[in-house]
């Protein structure tokens, strides 16, 4: 049924005159008995009894006003969030992040959606990226944040790669290779080493790069940073992640950065993820575009102290 009739009508149980009516909704008095005339028609009742004093409710007309005012309140919600949606500023969302990007971006997108768009709903899953595709293709995630590798040839994903910077091992400032200039890449292996969970990719790459194995070497992983961090200021572990990830550690001293010999010039190849058949939400797309603006300035601030 036409919304804009129903308005009609509503104006008309509340003035009981076409002549005040009309001027309400903006209609000649013709126009509007035309329309309240057409409803009456569709419905086969009588909604108003006319009289030369003018007009009153019929017993049909009390139920169908009392149902249409809440037809149209809903109308003019529907209108107002959908208005809001467009701005990115309601609805819901949920988001999946990887290890890293549940370090860097946790914080900085519930901040952002607290303060710009409070009416979003805003849900937060971790997880490995195996478990965070299960949720997309389930779509209990609408975007989620992580490794991609190995992706790329898939029809029902869109990728959008994230700004990358290094990897790097790193230990407690007392540790034995802190004070070393350079540490060969085998002699690194001979300690306790700590990591986050791997995909297959990047164990694969670092196993390219000590030329060897490396599963059985790794004596510690999770899937969660601060427990990484932890192990290598508190149990004298040395640890591998993303330079960024480590970077709040660095700069108070907690943690140094392992010299290696040959370097690493090894990067995590992460983006965000999401399916290719299905169109983003205005705050999908902002979730997105923030997560790229901060990976950017991470990429900037590493590329600013290499050549510092």
């Given at each position: 049924?036409?919304?804009?009739?129903?308005?009609?009508?509503?104006?008309?149980?509340?003035?009981?005159?076409?002549?005040?009516?009309?001027?309400?909704?903006?209609l000649?008095q013709?126009?509007?008995?035309?329309?309240?005339?057409?409803?009456?028609?569709?419905?086969?009742?009588?909604?108003?009894?006319?009289?030369?004093?003018?007009?009153?409710?019929?017993?049909?007309?009390?139920?169908?006003?009392?149902r249409?005012?809440?037809i149209?309140?809903?109308?003019?919600?529907?209108?107002?969030?959908?208005?809001l949606?467009?701005?990115?500023?309601?609805?819901?969302?949920?988001i999946?992040?990887?290890?890293?990007?549940?370090?860097?971006?946790?914080?900085?997108?519930?901040?952002?959606?607290?303060l710009?768009?409070?009416?979003?709903h805003?849900s937060?899953?971790?997880?490995?990226?195996d478990?965070?595709?299960r949720?997309?293709?389930?779509?209990?995630?609408?975007?989620?944040f992580?490794?991609?590798?190995?992706?790329?040839?898939?029809?029902?994903?869109?990728?959008s790669?994230?700004?990358?910077?290094?990897?790097?091992?790193?230990?407690?400032?007392?540790?034995?290779?802190?004070?070393?200039?350079?540490?060969p890449?085998?002699?690194?292996?001979?300690h306790r080493?700590?990591?986050?969970?791997?995909?297959?990719?990047?164990?694969?790459?670092?196993?390219?790069?000590?030329?060897?194995?490396?599963?059985?070497?790794?004596?510690f992983?999770?899937?969660d940073?601060?427990d990484?961090e932890?192990a290598?200021?508190?149990?004298?572990?040395?640890?591998?992640?993303?330079?960024?990830?480590?970077?709040?550690?660095?700069?108070?001293?907690?943690?140094?950065?392992?010299?290696?010999?040959p370097p690493?010039?090894r990067?995590?190849?992460?983006?965000?993820?999401?399916?290719?058949?299905r169109?983003?939400?205005?705050?999908?797309?902002?979730?997105?575009?923030?997560?790229?603006?901060?990976f950017?300035?991470y990429?900037?601030?590493?590329?600013?102290?290499k050549?510092?």
């Amino acid at each position: 049924m036409d919304i804009r009739k129903l308005r009609h009508v509503l104006s008309l149980a509340q003035h009981l005159t076409f002549s005040r009516a009309s001027i309400d909704v903006n209609l000649s008095q013709p126009a509007l008995s035309r329309s309240i005339q057409s409803i009456e028609a569709e419905l086969g009742i009588a909604l108003f009894d006319r009289s030369p004093s003018g007009v009153s409710l019929t017993p049909f007309g009390k139920v169908f006003t009392e149902r249409a005012r809440r037809i149209v309140l809903e109308a003019n919600e529907l209108q107002r969030d959908l208005a809001l949606m467009q701005l990115g500023e309601y609805g819901e969302l949920s988001i999946g992040l990887g290890a890293t990007p549940a370090i860097l971006l946790t914080q900085p997108l519930l901040d952002y959606f607290l303060l710009h768009a409070p009416q979003v709903h805003v849900s937060i899953k971790r997880g490995g990226r195996d478990a965070l595709l299960r949720l997309l293709l389930d779509e209990q995630v609408d975007i989620f944040f992580g490794d991609i590798a190995l992706l790329e040839d898939r029809s029902d994903l869109h990728l959008s790669p994230l700004p990358r910077w290094s990897s790097g091992f790193f230990c407690a400032p007392d540790h034995p290779l802190a004070a070393r200039s350079v540490v060969p890449r085998d002699e690194l292996l001979s300690h306790r080493i700590g990591s986050i969970e791997l995909s297959p990719w990047a164990m694969a790459d670092l196993c390219e790069y000590f030329e060897q194995s490396i599963a059985s070497v790794i004596s510690f992983r999770s899937d969660d940073f601060r427990d990484v961090e932890a192990a290598a200021v508190g149990a004298r572990v040395v640890v591998f992640g993303n330079r960024s990830v480590f970077r709040n550690a660095i700069q108070r001293g907690a943690l140094v950065e392992v010299p290696l010999d040959p370097p690493l010039e090894r990067a995590a190849r992460l983006g965000s993820v999401t399916l290719a058949a299905r169109t983003l939400s205005p705050a999908v797309s902002r979730a997105k575009a923030l997560a790229e603006s901060i990976f950017a300035d991470y990429a900037a601030t590493e590329i600013e102290a290499k050549i510092d």
